[in-house]
């Protein structure tokens, strides 16, 4: 079995060659077949130099596009390189590399798709809002897949070749999530299973202001939702409209009931108005629904 190790890195400069060095000693003792590939997404600093001199094989971006389109570069070229798994680890050090072993054992017992579980394992250091937004996120995922998926945001994973295959990664927001949603509904076997996340050194790039990441996690689980439930999102969203509708024709109808009063011209035709867009947005789930992949 051909492995990947895939290591995203965007000016890592500092931790890049320790990264390396970390993976190559723990894939030599384990006597792999393997290559590790870095996937510099735009660097301004040293990283794709130093990686190359540390013995990756380095592709650059020629400018930032972000996590999303880095994982979908990683598949491309880990298959390229005649990926038989993949092995999917940051680069700040956050993730063990000598956990890799644990994550390409469960790949040989017949798993597709391999999570490295951060809630389940050790945890040094994570920021609260971080940690909450990783709770509500996994039971998001585990709700819409049926599946118990305990840290459904790590990006430490590792999946094979078909899975790399035929798992299509579309977001540019919610890859790891979407892998996961989309490799169960291919019926693959996933698994995750307790790792320890270290302390980050310097500050994080995707936590900088804690109110501005609450609200972009909360609108991409409004997003996973939209995009693979449609029929609970616009149904949910639809249902409360019309309800509303309904209370307002109670009232209504209460007025008429117990003042004789027939008019309300207004109130009436915003009662209609709700009552139609609420069954519309509900009409349009259903239709989602049947269109969804």
Known sequence: MKVIVAIPAFNEEKSIKEVISRVTKVMDAGRYNYQVLVVDDGSKDKTAEIAKKAGAVVYSHPKNYGLAETFRTEIEKALQLGAD???HID???QYRAEEIPKLLKEIKNGYGLVIGSRLKGTIEEMPAIKKLGNIAFSKA?????KLK????QSGFRAFTRKVAEEVEITSNHTYTQEQIIRAVKKKFKIKDVPIYFAKREGKSRLISNPFEYAIKAWINIIRVYR???PLKFFGTIGGLIFGIGFLMGIYILYLYLTTGIVGHVPLVMLDVLTLSFGLQVIIFGFLADMLKK
């Open 85 to 87: 798994a993949v092995v």
């Open 149 to 152: 998926i305990s840290d459904a």
């Open 141 to 145: 995922i585990s709700n819409i897949t």
């Open 227 to 229: 995009d693979y439930e």
């Open 91 to 93: 680069a700040d050090m």
